[in-house]
């Protein structure tokens, strides 16, 4: 479920199939159809115990469209089993990871306020 915790970001609480699946589509084509100003994503990770070759594409796809559009993506929260599949695939390099979702927002709106300060 996402819950826009405020103009610029976006948290999504995942959980396993196939509600990851339909979370990570709904996300995207969130992103897909917004026209301006795209929010940052936070996915809560706390309660995916199982993640599969299409759900590590819908990420990856997930995050293209947000780097074209000058929006960053966050995972939290990953649990053991999932963390071990990021690090077989060498993924935990490609995607940038917060223990929590707290910590998550907090550097997403650091990042913000360093990108309005530079401006």
């Not at 915790?5 to 995207?28: N, R």
Request: aromatic share 6%; net charge negative; proline share 3%.
């Amino acid at each position: 479920m996402s819950t826009d915790w405020s103009e610029h970001i976006v948290v999504t609480d995942l959980s396993d199939e196939p509600g990851l699946s339909e979370d990570l589509h709904a996300i995207i084509d969130r992103v897909q159809a917004s026209k301006g100003r795209v929010p940052h994503v936070v996915l809560n990770f706390g309660a995916v115990t199982y993640v599969n070759s299409s759900n590590l594409a819908q990420l990856l796809r997930l995050k293209k469209l947000l780097h074209e559009r000058d929006a960053h993506l966050r995972l939290c929260s990953v649990v053991d089993q999932v963390w071990s599949v990021f690090l077989v695939t060498g993924l935990d390099k490609v995607f940038r990871f917060a223990p929590d979702p707290m910590t998550a927002l907090a550097g997403l709106q650091i990042e913000d306020e360093e990108k309005e300060n530079r401006s």
